[in-house]
């Protein structure tokens, strides 16, 4: 890439109106959304204190923070409780999506008896399954487990189903007059090839990963037997502790974004040597 | 760099391939190769001329074993089929693995036969070297121009050694600079190591600098329709390019082609 000094350059108009729009767009990206966010939550502030609102039904902005502070052991804890279920049942949904997707490959008819099933799973509301996996399954950490993994596999097994098919046909064909195996296609061609579609399918599971967690333990909350955030959040909502509960909101709310924003970097990391979706970000 | 005057494959030449009766037939009721008779013959630079839907892309890839005839058969050295091994083939896209560095995709096809990356250094450095892409080794794909990415494909499909290359309008999307860039390469290369090499295209002017035999063929249903024997000597360079041997020659293949495409018995006659 070459940097081009634009002082050195005698832009034209367009050009240099275009240049400037660039950098307004670069400062605009991260710029607006954090300056709305800030006006929102002064705003928020101040509707409590001009409406004289009780600090149990809406705390402030401070309020909420300064119970951040002080019931971070409490809150910590809780958040590391539902971080490891999140964390496993997305490992767990990488290894089942991924294998799913490796059988499916394998052959159209598996894809075509099996598929469905998945579909199946998905569409089913995972509080309405907890029931009967509260009935068969006794460990707790299993229980919760199962749940969001439910959730959160499948986007990672549709993805890489679709990105393990999509392989451009001359490049079949050449691993076909190469004599390559079974095997050999797989490793070099289909899975390499299904990375894009993996790893948008990964961006999705983490968040949906978290989503299950965090809905496996309200459901399993209200019969008292879990210990992560959702359980603090109901306690809290019993005891109408409202600074509590926006405390543990917005670290769920953060622990998603967090998610999100390192699975979006592994993703550029793995992707910006060859591919183009990787490469907008450049321009 | 040792180069003969003489065409590289006179008639003598012992056959390679010889097609007989082959035709193929789409499950769609499509009839896209019709009676085809033709003697491949050890050494040629033979072109599959003809306007879109002839059959000459369904020939190369019945040549290649990537399909089977309906009927007729493909008669390698008079008996059995060669070894895939040695056949090399190279797309009408580059068709380069995205994610693998131009050394990866180069090293594929030894890989693929159980060749590790340290065995195969010599051969994929020295086949790069051949298309004039020593120092690319590191580069990927997308970082490459189209006449680069054409060149690792070349160098992809060579690097077995093949007896056979087989290319389908590989050139057909470059443009008119790079494209006599790499019919110069191509030729250099094909004198250097006297393989056979099978090229479809339709450009008349790009058949007639590269080949010794131009093989035009007819549509609807694809067929053999005339073949030239194109005589001057190799090597040829940018000096034949231009000289009114090479203009007399490509009129004759004109002739033939606008022959050809008249023949097409269909109610389209522009070649689409």
Known sequence: MTVIDERALKLDPEEARRVRQERFERIGRWGLPLAIMILAIVLWDRICVWNAIPQYILPRPGVVLWTLYNDAGLLFSALLVTLRITFLSLALAVIGGVGLAVLFAQSKWVEMSFFPFAIVLQVTPIVAIFPLINIYVNNQTTKLLLCAWIVAFFPILSNTTLGLNSVDRNLRDLFKLNGATRWQQLRYLRLPAAMPYFLGGLKIAGGLSLIGAVVAEFVAGTTGQSSGLASRIIEAGYRLNAPRLFAALFLISLTGILIFLVLSLISHLILRRWHESALKQER | ?272
């Open chain 2, 1 to 272: 760099m040792m180069r003969e005057q003489v065409a590289q494959a006179p008639t003598a030449a012992p056959a390679l391939l010889s097609l007989r009766g082959v035709g193929k037939v789409f499950s769609n009721g499509v009839t896209a190769l019709s009676d085809v008779d033709l003697t491949i013959r050890e050494g040629d630079f033979l072109s599959l001329l003809g306007p879109s839907g002839c059959g000459k892309s369904t020939a190369l890839r019945l040549i290649a074993g990537l399909s089977t005839p309906t009927s007729g058969v493909l008669d390698w050295r008079g008996g059995g089929s060669l070894d895939r091994a040695n056949i090399g083939f190279v797309f009408q896209e580059p068709t380069l693995l995205p994610w693998a560095s131009v050394f990866d995709n180069v090293w594929l096809p030894l890989r693929l036969k159980g060749i590790s990356r340290a065995r195969a250094a010599p051969a994929v450095k020295e086949m790069l070297a051949r298309v004039h892409l020593t120092g690319f080794e590191d580069a990927v794909p997308r970082e490459l121009s189209g006449g680069m990415k054409m060149r690792v494909s070349i160098a992809r499909a060579m690097v077995t050694k093949p007896r056979v290359l087989l290319m389908d309008e590989p050139f057909a999307a470059l443009d008119e600079i790079t494209r006599f860039k790499l019919n110069n390469d191509l030729l250099e290369l094909w004198q250097d190591e006297r393989f056979t090499v099978v090229f479809v295209t339709h450009s008349v002017f790009e058949s007639v600098f590269l080949s010794n035999r131009v093989v035009v063929m007819a549509a609807r249903p694809g067929r053999v329709f005339d073949e030239l024997a194109i005589e001057a000597a190799y090597p040829r360079d940018e000096a034949f390019r231009t000289s009114p041997d090479y203009a007399a020659l490509c009129r004759q293949a004109s002739d033939v082609l606008v022959n050809a495409i008249n023949s097409t018995t269909g109610p389209h006659h522009d070649g689409h």
